[in-house]
């Protein structure tokens, strides 16, 4: 089995579809299963072999070297590199190469940060060697494709074409996506041009499949979930709980409900499908939570029942609130008796008063 020793993780993302969520944090460092979400990428990297890692940052970039520091506390090797202006994904990666130790014909890996997957690691970098492929990536299956860039492969698996998000039922030829995770021969990062935005789906890609390059697809159809939305992220934090989502760095054995050490939980509350009670939050008598996530110092009164809903970091939710499919952002009160659902977010710091939004009656 054959392993790549470095990669690239593209955290530089402003998360604009998961606001409020990211408006103090970027999303890669949002708590998922109670840790930041990229600790479940770093981690995972490192079971795979991976030793040097470089985080290509750009959206609140200060953020992430005094939580991880060098890295030594994962097993690994991290080194931070920020971009003053948003260079898009191919950008990005071609402006961390200086970082890079790898041999021109070594294997890189290079990691969206916002994806949470089961994928093989190991796998996709030994069909990068078999295969001898200039870049290969991992492809997932979906059902309905539109909202994704679609990769045709022939029956070797060598990639044919790459689709922008197709509209038409002749344009889907293919239920195959880009999943967001790459290795590429190190050579053909130092070909991206340099000190421009660049985007590797559009640009990147497309060129190097016109000069008759091989590029490698390897569908891998383990768990795969984009986090881009607040519904996704709470999802996937959920799913990492509950063990769908296989993670060596979730905090605690996998099952219903995840209460972190400092949190304080009612006895009679009911915590179920994957619940993360965060540091210092505290759930009141009788509420019940599914499915939910409350980050530190978050605080849910007593009886209140909140479904597929993330509460921010030391936000309030009074007595009796019911949310559903719900975001409240970091600092935020939703007084007692409110009732919010399908989408609705709750600006940081905003406060909702006792009774003021239903979708009921009152009676």
């Not at 940052?57 to 200060?62: D, F, G, H, I, V």
């Not at 992430?64 to 890295?71: A, K, L, M, Q």
């Not at 063990?243 to 605690?252: E, F, L, N, W, Y």
Request: glycine fraction near 12%; aromatic fraction near 4%.
């Amino acid at each position: 089995m054959t392993q790549a020793q470095e990669a690239i993780l593209l955290v530089g993302g402003k998360g604009t579809r998961l606001r409020p969520l990211t408006v103090n944090t970027p999303k890669p460092m949002v708590p998922a299963a109670g840790v930041p979400f990229l600790t479940h990428q770093l981690v995972r990297a490192r079971a795979a072999g991976v030793e040097h890692i470089v985080l290509a940052t750009s959206y609140l970039a200060e953020v992430f070297e005094p939580y991880f520091g060098d890295g030594s506390s994962l097993g690994l090797h991290l080194e931070y590199v920020t971009e003053a202006e948003p260079l898009g994904t191919g950008g990005a990666i071609r402006n961390v190469a200086s970082r890079l130790r790898s041999g021109p014909d070594d294997p890189v890996l290079v990691f969206n940060g916002d994806i949470l997957t089961g994928l093989d690691i190991r796998a996709l970098v030994d069909t990068h060697r078999s295969s001898g492929a200039e870049v290969s990536l991992h492809l997932t299956r979906v059902e309905d494709p539109r909202a994704f860039g679609l990769v045709p492969t022939d029956d070797t698996g060598r990639v044919t074409a790459f689709l922008e998000k197709p509209q038409t039922p002749e344009e889907i030829v293919t239920d195959q996506i880009n999943a967001g995770a790459y290795v590429f021969r190190r050579s053909v990062i130092d070909r991206i041009p340099e000190g421009r935005p660049v985007s590797v789906e559009r640009e990147t890609f497309p060129e190097l499949l016109s000069s008759g390059a091989h590029l490698q697809g390897m569908v891998d159809s383990t768990y795969w979930l984009d986090l881009g939305t607040p519904q996704a992220f709470v999802r996937g934090s959920a799913d990492l709980v509950l063990g769908r989502a296989p993670s060596p760095a979730v905090p605690g054995r996998c099952g219903d409900r995840l209460v972190l050490p400092t949190a304080k939980v009612a006895a009679d509350a009911k915590l179920t499908g994957g619940t993360v009670v965060g540091e210092g939050a505290a759930v009141g008598e009788g509420a019940r939570i599914s499915g939910s996530t409350l980050l530190a110092g978050a605080v849910v009164e007593a009886g209140a029942v909140i479904t597929d809903s993330l509460v921010g970091a030391g936000a309030r939710v009074g007595a009796r609130t019911v949310l559903t499919d719900t975001v409240v952002g970091d600092g935020a009160v939703v007084g007692a008796d409110n009732e919010l659902r399908d989408g609705v977010r709750v600006w940081c710091d905003a406060t909702l008063p006792a009774g003021a939004i239903r979708f009921s009656s009152d009676r």
